[in-house]
């Protein structure tokens, strides 16, 4: 990795779970102490690498629907370290004109988003913040003011296997009802997150192990039920087929099916004229 790219102030003391993550997805922006703790991941729960690459498909079937819908606006929470199939990378590719800001906490991620974008050459569609994503109305103000977003029209709000880093004494439910507000009607939120709600034998017991181990990173797990994911869509409409495995939602024809139930996703949208403000809606 080039030093000139490097940002100034790196924690390299604990394994990162941008960079594991962008390690199980075949990046390069990980170190030793990354890939270390990867590989010890994978002695606990073989198919680790299998679940980070459906939980990245599910990313891209649910944008590609999002800009089926007509949205072509999307802010990216905990958008991680840039790899294959990035948010505006399968919007581009459906619709010239989509718009994309990324938001996350980790340097790495930061500069290496703000690289890949540099090399895009478009600043007027997309952007990078360095942001906590708690924040809500900070990381909101930011990203208007980046000119990218249009806060009058539908938005896409992606938060892709991030919240089950986050316990609820952090305040991140608040900080997801609060965007959920801000958004317009017609506008969409994208979730993906771990979960122990019907997940059995094997499966449950390597889950819970990897829980157990990421008490060695940056960022420790939390694994929610699924009454607990669904209170994150407010009263956003979910669509089918609801929260359910990410393997499972809307799967490409003829795509191989992925036999793991501990990481689920879904698709909600912000019905015209309601306030946010009643509760979880059931999927």
């Known amino acids: 990795m080039d030093p000139d790219f490097l940002p100034d102030v790196i924690d390299l003391d604990r394994p990162n ?3 594991i993550y962008d390690w199980a997805l075949g990046g390069t922006a990980n170190w030793a102490i990354d890939r270390q703790y990867g590989e010890q ?14 939980n990245r498909e599910f990313l891209g079937r649910a944008v590609r629907h999002c800009l089926a819908e007509g949205i072509t606006q999307f802010l990216d929470l905990g958008s991680g370290i840039p790899t294959a199939g990035n948010v ?13 800001v990324y938001v996350d906490n ?3 991620a930061v500069a290496h988003g703000r690289m890949l974008l540099d090399e895009s ?13 708690r924040d809500a109305g900070e990381v909101w103000e930011a990203a208007l003011a980046t000119g990218v977003l249009d806060p009058d029209r539908p938005i896409c709000l992606l ?27 017609g506008s969409a939120y994208v979730l993906s997150h771990a979960t122990e709600s019907g997940v059995e034998g094997e499966e449950l017991e390597q889950i819970r192990k990897l829980v157990k181990l990421s ?17 994150f869509f407010g009263t956003f409409d979910v669509i089918e087929p609801g929260i359910v495995p990410v393997g499972e939602w809307r799967p490409e024809p003829g795509a191989a099916t992925v036999p793991l139930a501990s990481v689920v996703g879904g698709v909600g ?10 509760g979880p809606r059931s999927p």
């Open 17 to 19: 779970i941008a960079r």
């Open 41 to 54: 991941a994978l002695k606990v729960f073989p198919l680790a690498k299998t679940l980070a690459r459906a």
């Open 88 to 100: 505006h990378e399968v919007a581009d590719d459906y619709a010239d004109d989509s718009r994309c």
């Open 106 to 108: 980790e340097p790495v």
């Open 121 to 133: 050459g478009d600043p007027e569609r997309h952007a990078v913040l360095h942001a906590d994503l």
């Open 159 to 185: 938060t892709v296997a991030v919240l089950h880093f986050l316990t609820d004494v952090t305040g991140v439910r608040e900080a997801i009802r609060d965007y959920r507000t801000l958004l317009a009607p």
């Open 215 to 231: 008490e060695r990173s940056s960022s420790p797990a939390v694994s929610r039920s699924l009454d607990e994911i669904a209170a």
């Open 269 to 278: 949208r912000k019905p015209g004229g309601r306030n946010d403000d009643a």
